[in-house]
Structure formats: structure tokens, C-alpha cells
């Protein structure tokens, strides 16, 4: 076998795994998606695009999507703003910088559900540490009903996932960030260019491949994240932090309506890719090399 | 070089994206492999749990058989282990294997194992919307005709029938309205109130003496509990719910905005504590417990574990009567739960309906209550502790069937519980019924 060829041998064993893993389950979803099969019954009947149809009227699935978007465009703003402007103060390589990163990334370690439970005890409203913390700090005007107020309690799981994923991304920056030439920041210095132009200039252009994982990954990430709002609402109050990952749990395993699940996995996926798409469109418009 | 970097791209997108969608499919792939590939068969549904379906290949005597049993009450599993011993010792051929699913995973895990058979010959199920799903799934065998059956109290075991038929068997017995704490109530000179304006003047002698006068975990199981005992009365039809469903009546009718505005009025007195939204079960429970609140709004269920947390609690039961005592038809709400049936699929019936049925004997049934602080459904059980005899008084009342529990469809129970939340989020009660109604017509295709 010529070397080339053996090469390929290399791709299989992973290859096989995504397809077992992945395509099959996402092909499988796909053809669910047009049965209104119930997740239990031994047999069930195609309903054609039915479940599509009731999906685009459904009223749960439009308030789901709308929290989705609400919960990612905070994550997505946090996250990428406050790891980029912490990776910024970590890229230098000594101890203190080390030991930092390694701090941040501890939540990201975590287990969801751990991390979910911690929290929700902190967010409660009359024995939790936040709002004890700032009763103590004389802050008692900031106290909140974190998860209770319908909302808030969106924005507070949010602030939980980028808490928890923020070390994860300031690893991407800092190995982005560490990628740049020294000698072009050096050289955009003694132009005469002052810190906040080099950065515009220099840093964040060669940065947006990083930046561009960095937001799509959040962004997938923030539509994902199931584990977080199921431990600390449950999509509630009154559906105020319902996401579209709750909603196909319950119409999957809670309303026994799995082919409408399938559903709403398949549209989730168009979202998700779109998105995805348009972001990496618009962060592809500030690339370039040098 | 540009095309291929698009590519890359376009590769590290589709991985992602796949991944994100992978996680339901799998699911499925899931059943389909859990119906041992049956889902193929695209023909009409079985009918529910007949035992003509249930294999027959119970083991022959003298035939070692392992049957697998499987619920989600952790806290039990010492109780049961001591039992299971007793019952293999009974019977020597037959070993139980227990697995215990959490119950917020007992939905999605278990119910998904049952369907091949592979685990549950004896399994737990909920009753109301898992109950029907299960049943319509065709994975219940059928007990009608069982001897065992004559150690229940009747009726505490039709949440198990359907169509004639006992396809499952309700253990333990809850009452789901709220614990009072009794020492609270007589040093201010209380009695359990008798109609509304008697629960309203005892919740603002409660709070005048500085009390929390109804500890409310409106974040998780609060809604859910409270309703019940909160619509008994309002809406006295026990098919009340049954005819939301077929559309006959409307959250939008008075039966249920009154009881959305009583909420209303509970939470604008403030006779729940602070930001109950936020509060979840541990939290509420913590504030009965350490005496700040004088009413728990949880159920039966709880009384174990409040004693736990503290010794010295001195704890009865109170429903709030919504009505003028006049009108009150019920005094309080019961759910029979933890509902035993034997899986259509298994390989051992007759071996699972005998650890049923040795469950169901008055001595091993009252060693499970006081070992696990559950009453059951089995007749003449002597309970040892105060919080099982206090429960058992209850027995002679004119309780109701869960209300919640005859909601079948999941997210129409969803939309009920959350027009609560939306009341106590600051909706007004007609918004919030008008809001809920909207997820009921979708869900009953009006």
C-alpha cells in the first residue's frame, strides 16, 4: 500500500465513530421528524410536514426561540468581551499570568449540574450568598429575585454560562494573541500609534480567527445549554427562561411527542447553522494577514 | 490556500452543528433500538397493557429468575433492600435487582428501557400523564384478576385502571395540601380555617406576629402542589381538568381565574414569603422547619423530612378552603403514587407479580411506611411514627384525586402551573388564564 493511501487508514477509526455517532443519530432525527411517534410505542404513522406546520405556530416553541436569542446575545457579548479583555492581562508567560488562566478555567472543568446547583443556591433570593453579599456590602438596593423575576432570570443563567466558559475562551484568545508577530505590534508602536489603535489595528484583525471560534463556538454553545437551565429553572417562571433545548426535552420525554421533538431539532439545527453562518460572514470581513 | 481554509471552515461548522443536533437524534436512535428495531414497522398502535401480550416464558419451577425492579425513590432504597431480602429468602429461585433513575430522569431513562424489556419487570410509574403515556404504549400487563389486589383499599387503586382494566397498582398514598406547624397555630390561638375568609384572617395573624404565614417554593414543586387544594373547591367536578382537555370548559372560565386571583390576593398580602418565585423546595421547606413559617405549602410527603430537619416540630395537616364552608365539597386532596405494574415485555411475569404481592402484605407495606415515613394504599397497615398517624386520620375525610394528575397531556399541566407563576410574576389572573388557554387550544387542536 503506497503511503499515501495508508495515511487514509488514519481517518477511519475517527471517521467511523462520527458517523456511528453523529450523522447516523442526526439522520435518524431527521426521519423521526416526519412520524408522530411517541418515543415508547412500538409503532407509529408518517404525518408528513405536519410537525413542522404545528411547530411554526407553536406557541411555547416562538417564546423559546425568543429566550434562546435573549440568553445568547448576553453570553455571546460577556463571554467574548470579558475573556478577550482578561486574555489581554494574561498573555505574558510568567507565573502570576499562569496561575490566573488556570483559575479562570477551573468552572470550565466543572460539571454543568454542579455548576447549576451551586448557583442556584447562591441566587436564592433569602439565603443565598449574592444577595447576603451585597446586603452586607450596603448594597441591599441591588438585591434581586435572581431566578425568580421572569425578567431577570434569563439573564442570570446567562451570567452563570459565561462565568462558567469564560476561562475556556480566554485560552483561545491567549493562544491567538501569542500567535501575533511581536515585531508588527513593535512596528505599529513606533509609528506613533497610541495602545487603542495598535489594538484596532494590528491586534483584533489578526485575532478574528480566534475571535470567530470564539463567538461561533459560544453561540452554539448558549443554544446547547440545556443542563444549565433545566437544573436552576426548569424553564420557568412561566416559561421566562424556556430555550429551545428545554422545550424539545419536554415535548420529547415529558409530552411523549417525539416525532414533533425531531421537529424542532431539525428547525434548531437550521437556526443554529444560520447563525453560525452569518457570524463567521461577518467576522471573515475583518481577516486579514500580513 | 483560500479554498481550502473554506473548507476547513465549512468542515469545523458542520462538526459543531451536527454535534448540536446529534443530541436528540441520538435520542431516538435511542428508542429505535429500545423497541429492538420496531419502530420500522410503521402500523397502526398496539392497544394498552393487555397480558396476552406479556410473554409466557415465566421460569420453570425450581428455575433460578433474576427480575429487575426499577423506580426513583433513592431515599427508599435502604427499606427496600431489607425487604427484597426478606422476599428472596421466601423465595429462593428469585433474585431482585434494583435501579434507582432520579426522578427528573425517570421520564426520559427509564421509561425509554422499559420498552424493550430489558429492565422493569417491576416498575414504578407516576400517575397522570406517564401513566397514560405508558399505557398507551402498551407496556403494562394486566392485573386484573390478581389476588394481591384485595390488600388495597379499593379506592385508593383506581389511578391504576384504565378501560376495566388494573394495569398498575398505587403504593404509596400522599396527601398533597399544605403542613401547618400545630405548636405555631396554638399559641396564637388558631384552628385550621374552615373557608376563605377564615384562611385569610389566619394568614394576617401569622403575619402580624411576624411570621411568614405561608412558605410557598413557587420556583420548582409549589405551583404544582398548592393548585390542587386551591381548585378542589372552585371547580368541585373531579373530570374538571379531563374536560379542559376535550375542550368542554376554559381556563379562561371563573372556576379557574378565581383561583388564579385568590393566588393573586395570597401573594399581594404578602402572606408568602419574599420572592417565592425564587424560592425552590429546600428553601421553603428550611423556613417551615426552623419556625419562621407557619404554613408549608408542599404535601404529606414532606413530613419525614421536616422532622428530620427538626426534631421538635409538631406538624398536622390544612387545606385551604377557597369557598364559604357552605359550598366546600372537599376537605382535602389525595394522590396515590409510586404505581407498581409489571412490564408487558417481561420475560418473568409471574415472578414480578409475586414480589407485588408480597409488597402489598399488610406486615412488609407497614415496614416500608415506617421505614420511609409513606403511607401506602394497603389496607390496615399500623403506622408507629405521628406523621404517618396524622396522615392516616385523613383516610376518613372526603378527599379528591390530584387534580394536576388528570391533566394527561404534559404541557397543558405546564401551562396551568405556569399561569400561577404568572400571576405571582405580577399578571393579572385573567392575562395569565388567557395566556395559558392560548397553549391548551394548541395542544387540544382547537
Same mark, same amino acid.
Given at each position: 500500500?503506497?503511503?499515501?493511501?495508508?495515511?487514509?487508514?488514519?481517518?477511519?477509526?475517527?471517521?467511523?465513530?462520527?458517523?456511528?455517532?453523529?450523522?447516523?443519530?442526526?439522520?435518524?432525527?431527521?426521519?423521526?421528524?416526519?412520524?408522530?411517534?411517541?418515543?415508547?410505542?412500538?409503532?407509529?404513522?408518517?404525518?408528513?410536514?405536519?410537525?413542522?406546520?404545528?411547530?411554526?405556530?407553536?406557541?411555547?416553541?416562538?417564546?423559546?426561540?425568543?429566550?434562546?436569542?435573549?440568553?445568547?446575545?448576553?453570553?455571546?457579548?460577556?463571554?467574548?468581551?470579558?475573556?478577550?479583555?482578561?486574555?489581554?492581562?494574561?498573555?505574558?508567560?510568567?507565573?502570576?499570568?499562569?496561575?490566573?488562566?488556570?483559575?479562570?478555567?477551573?468552572?470550565?472543568?466543572?460539571?454543568?449540574?454542579?455548576?447549576?446547583?451551586?448557583?442556584t443556591f447562591i441566587y436564592d433570593p433569602s439565603l443565598g450568598a449574592l444577595n447576603g453579599l451585597l446586603e452586607k456590602l450596603g448594597l441591599g438596593a441591588l438585591t434581586q429575585n435572581w431566578l425568580g423575576d421572569m425578567n431577570l432570570a434569563?439573564?442570570s443563567?446567562?451570567?452563570?454560562?459565561?462565568?462558567?466558559?469564560?476561562?475556556?475562551?480566554?485560552?483561545?484568545?491567549?493562544?491567538?494573541?501569542?500567535?501575533?508577530?511581536?515585531?508588527?505590534?513593535?512596528?505599529?508602536?513606533?509609528?506613533?500609534?497610541?495602545?487603542?489603535?495598535?489594538?484596532?489595528?494590528?491586534?483584533?484583525?489578526?485575532?478574528?480567527?480566534?475571535?470567530?471560534?470564539?463567538?461561533?463556538?459560544?453561540?452554539?454553545?448558549?443554544?446547547?445549554?440545556?443542563?444549565?437551565?433545566?437544573?436552576?429553572t426548569?424553564?420557568g417562571p412561566a416559561?421566562?427562561?424556556?430555550?429551545?433545548?428545554?422545550?424539545?426535552?419536554?415535548?420529547?420525554?415529558?409530552?411523549?411527542?417525539?416525532?414533533?421533538?425531531?421537529?424542532?431539532?431539525?428547525?434548531?439545527?437550521?437556526?443554529?447553522?444560520?447563525?453560525?453562518?452569518?457570524?463567521?460572514?461577518?467576522?471573515?470581513?475583518?481577516?486579514?494577514?500580513? | 490556500?483560500?479554498?481550502?481554509?473554506?473548507?476547513?471552515?465549512?468542515?469545523?461548522?458542520?462538526?459543531?452543528?451536527?454535534?448540536?443536533?446529534?443530541?436528540?437524534?441520538?435520542?431516538?436512535?435511542?428508542?429505535?433500538?429500545?423497541?429492538?428495531?420496531?419502530?420500522?414497522?410503521?402500523?397502526?398502535? $398496539?392497544? !394498552?397493557?393487555?397480558?396476552?401480550?406479556?410473554?409466557? *416464558?415465566? @421460569?420453570?419451577? &425450581?428455575?433460578? +429468575?433474576?427480575? =429487575?425492579?426499577?423506580?426513583?425513590?433513592?431515599?427508599?432504597?435502604?427499606?427496600?433492600?431489607?425487604?427484597?431480602?426478606?422476599?428472596?429468602?421466601?423465595?429462593?429461585?428469585?433474585?431482585?435487582?434494583?435501579?434507582?433513575?432520579?426522578?427528573?430522569?425517570?421520564?426520559?431513562?427509564?421509561?425509554?428501557?422499559?420498552?424493550?424489556?430489558?429492565?422493569?419487570? $417491576?416498575? !414504578?410509574?407516576?400517575?397522570?400523564?406517564?401513566?397514560? *403515556?405508558? @399505557?398507551?404504549? &402498551?407496556?403494562? +400487563?394486566?392485573? =386484573?384478576?390478581?389476588?394481591?389486589?384485595?390488600?388495597?383499599?379499593?379506592?385508593?387503586?383506581?389511578?391504576?385502571?384504565?378501560?376495566?382494566?388494573?394495569?398498575?397498582?398505587?403504593?404509596?398514598?400522599?396527601y398533597n395540601i399544605p403542613i401547618y406547624n400545630a405548636d405555631i397555630f396554638a399559641k396564637y390561638g388558631l384552628e385550621p380555617p374552615k373557608d376563605w375568609d377564615g384562611f385569610l384572617a389566619a394568614a394576617e395573624k401569622l403575619k402580624s406576629e411576624g411570621l411568614v404565614p405561608i412558605a410557598f417554593p413557587g420556583a420548582d414543586i409549589g405551583p404544582g402542589q398548592f393548585m390542587n387544594p386551591m381548585v378542589m373547591n372552585?371547580?368541585?367536578?373531579?373530570?374538571?381538568?379531563?374536560?379542559?382537555?376535550?375542550?368542554?370548559?376554559?381556563?379562561?372560565?371563573?372556576?379557574?381565574?378565581k383561583t388564579l386571583s385568590q393566588f393573586k390576593e395570597l401573594s399581594d398580602k404578602g402572606y408568602f414569603q419574599k420572592d417565592a418565585l425564587g424560592t425552590k423546595d429546600q428553601g421553603a421547606g428550611a423556613l417551615f422547619a426552623q419556625g419562621k413559617a407557619a404554613i408549608l405549602a408542599t404535601g404529606s410527603y414532606q413530613l419525614a423530612q421536616n422532622k428530620k430537619n427538626n426534631p421538635e416540630l409538631n406538624q398536622k395537616l390544612l387545606a385551604p378552603i377557597t369557598v364559604s364552608e357552605?359550598?366546600a365539597?372537599?376537605e382535602g386532596i389525595?394522590?396515590?403514587?409510586?404505581?407498581?405494574?409489571?412490564?408487558?415485555?417481561?420475560?418473568?411475569?409471574?415472578?414480578?407479580?409475586?414480589?407485588?404481592?408480597?409488597?402489598?402484605?399488610?406486615?412488609?407495606?407497614?415496614?416500608?411506611?415506617?421505614?420511609?415515613g409513606?403511607?401506602?394504599?394497603?389496607?390496615?397497615?399500623?403506622?408507629?411514627s405521628d406523621e404517618?398517624?396524622t396522615v392516616?386520620e385523613w383516610?376518613?375525610?372526603?378527599?379528591?384525586?390530584?387534580?394536576?394528575?388528570?391533566?394527561?397531556?404534559?404541557?397543558?399541566?405546564?401551562?396551568?402551573t405556569?399561569?400561577i407563576q404568572a400571576v405571582l410574576g405580577g399578571k393579572s389572573p385573567?392575562?395569565?388564564?388567557?395566556?395559558?388557554?392560548?397553549?391548551?387550544?394548541?395542544?387540544?387542536?382547537?
Amino acid at each position: 500500500m503506497k503511503p499515501g493511501k495508508r495515511l487514509i487508514l488514519f481517518f477511519l477509526p475517527g471517521t467511523v465513530l462520527y458517523l456511528a455517532l453523529f450523522v447516523y443519530p442526526t439522520l435518524t432525527g431527521l426521519y423521526y421528524s416526519i412520524t408522530d411517534w411517541d418515543g415508547l410505542s412500538p409503532s407509529y404513522r408518517y404525518v408528513g410536514a405536519d410537525n413542522y406546520a404545528r411547530l411554526a405556530e407553536d406557541i411555547v416553541f416562538r417564546k423559546s426561540f425568543a429566550n434562546n436569542l435573549k440568553f445568547m446575545l448576553a453570553v455571546v457579548l460577556v463571554q467574548t468581551a470579558v475573556s478577550l479583555a482578561l486574555a489581554l492581562q494574561l498573555t505574558k508567560k510568567n507565573k502570576r499570568t499562569v496561575a490566573l488562566r488556570a483559575l479562570f478555567f477551573v468552572p470550565t472543568v466543572l460539571s454543568s449540574v454542579s455548576v447549576g446547583f451551586i448557583w442556584t443556591f447562591i441566587y436564592d433570593p433569602s439565603l443565598g450568598a449574592l444577595n447576603g453579599l451585597l446586603e452586607k456590602l450596603g448594597l441591599g438596593a441591588l438585591t434581586q429575585n435572581w431566578l425568580g423575576d421572569m425578567n431577570l432570570a434569563i439573564f442570570s443563567v446567562a451570567a452563570v454560562q459565561a462565568w462558567a466558559h469564560i476561562g475556556q475562551m480566554i485560552v483561545l484568545y491567549v493562544a491567538g494573541l501569542q500567535a501575533i508577530p511581536p515585531e508588527l505590534l513593535e512596528a505599529a508602536r513606533l509609528d506613533g500609534g497610541t495602545r487603542g489603535q495598535v489594538f484596532r489595528k494590528v491586534t483584533w484583525p489578526l485575532l478574528a480567527p480566534a475571535a470567530a471560534i470564539v463567538v461561533s463556538y459560544t453561540t452554539i454553545q448558549s443554544f446547547k445549554a440545556f443542563d444549565l437551565v433545566f437544573t436552576m429553572t426548569g424553564g420557568g417562571p412561566a416559561y421566562s427562561t424556556e430555550i429551545l433545548s428545554t422545550f424539545i426535552y419536554g415535548a420529547a420525554f415529558t409530552n411523549g411527542t417525539f416525532g414533533f421533538a425531531s421537529a424542532a431539532s431539525v428547525v434548531f439545527l437550521a437556526l443554529i447553522s444560520l447563525i453560525t453562518y452569518l457570524q463567521f460572514r461577518l467576522l471573515r470581513a475583518d481577516r486579514v494577514s500580513y | 490556500m483560500r479554498y481550502k481554509r473554506k473548507l476547513v471552515n465549512l468542515l469545523v461548522a458542520a462538526t459543531a452543528l451536527t454535534a448540536a443536533l446529534s443530541a436528540c437524534g441520538s435520542t431516538s436512535g435511542n428508542g429505535n433500538s429500545a423497541n429492538g428495531g420496531a419502530p420500522n414497522d410503521a402500523s397502526p398502535s $398496539v392497544s !394498552a397493557g393487555s397480558s396476552s401480550e406479556a410473554p409466557s *416464558s415465566s @421460569a420453570p419451577s &425450581g428455575e433460578k +429468575a433474576t427480575i =429487575s425492579f426499577i423506580h426513583w425513590r433513592g431515599e427508599d432504597a435502604k427499606a427496600f433492600d431489607a425487604i427484597i431480602g426478606k422476599f428472596e429468602r421466601e423465595n429462593p429461585n428469585i433474585t431482585v435487582e434494583t435501579q434507582v433513575f432520579p426522578s427528573d430522569q425517570y421520564q426520559s431513562t427509564a421509561q425509554a428501557k422499559l420498552a424493550d424489556g430489558s429492565v422493569g419487570d $417491576v416498575f !414504578a410509574s407516576f400517575p397522570g400523564a406517564q401513566f397514560a *403515556s405508558i @399505557a398507551k404504549a &402498551g407496556l403494562y +400487563a394486566d392485573l =386484573s384478576g390478581a389476588a394481591f389486589l384485595s390488600n388495597f383499599l379499593p379506592s385508593l387503586i383506581e389511578a391504576g385502571q384504565q378501560d376495566g382494566k388494573q394495569l398498575a397498582v398505587p403504593y404509596q398514598l400522599v396527601y398533597n395540601i399544605p403542613i401547618y406547624n400545630a405548636d405555631i397555630f396554638a399559641k396564637y390561638g388558631l384552628e385550621p380555617p374552615k373557608d376563605w375568609d377564615g384562611f385569610l384572617a389566619a394568614a394576617e395573624k401569622l403575619k402580624s406576629e411576624g411570621l411568614v404565614p405561608i412558605a410557598f417554593p413557587g420556583a420548582d414543586i409549589g405551583p404544582g402542589q398548592f393548585m390542587n387544594p386551591m381548585v378542589m373547591n372552585n371547580a368541585p367536578d373531579p373530570d374538571i381538568f379531563a374536560k379542559l382537555e376535550a375542550g368542554e370548559t376554559k381556563l379562561t372560565d371563573e372556576w379557574w381565574v378565581k383561583t388564579l386571583s385568590q393566588f393573586k390576593e395570597l401573594s399581594d398580602k404578602g402572606y408568602f414569603q419574599k420572592d417565592a418565585l425564587g424560592t425552590k423546595d429546600q428553601g421553603a421547606g428550611a423556613l417551615f422547619a426552623q419556625g419562621k413559617a407557619a404554613i408549608l405549602a408542599t404535601g404529606s410527603y414532606q413530613l419525614a423530612q421536616n422532622k428530620k430537619n427538626n426534631p421538635e416540630l409538631n406538624q398536622k395537616l390544612l387545606a385551604p378552603i377557597t369557598v364559604s364552608e357552605d359550598q366546600a365539597v372537599y376537605e382535602g386532596i389525595h394522590t396515590t403514587t409510586f404505581m407498581l405494574g409489571v412490564n408487558a415485555k417481561s420475560k418473568h411475569p409471574e415472578e414480578a407479580k409475586k414480589f407485588i404481592e408480597f409488597l402489598s402484605r399488610k406486615d412488609i407495606a407497614g415496614e416500608y411506611a415506617n421505614a420511609t415515613g409513606q403511607n401506602v394504599t394497603v389496607k390496615d397497615v399500623e403506622y408507629t411514627s405521628d406523621e404517618l398517624k396524622t396522615v392516616a386520620e385523613w383516610t376518613d375525610k372526603k378527599t379528591r384525586f390530584q387534580p394536576r394528575f388528570t391533566i394527561t397531556n404534559a404541557e397543558i399541566q405546564k401551562a396551568v402551573t405556569s399561569s400561577i407563576q404568572a400571576v405571582l410574576g405580577g399578571k393579572s389572573p385573567e392575562q395569565a388564564a388567557r395566556e395559558a388557554q392560548a397553549i391548551v387550544d394548541q395542544q387540544i387542536g382547537k
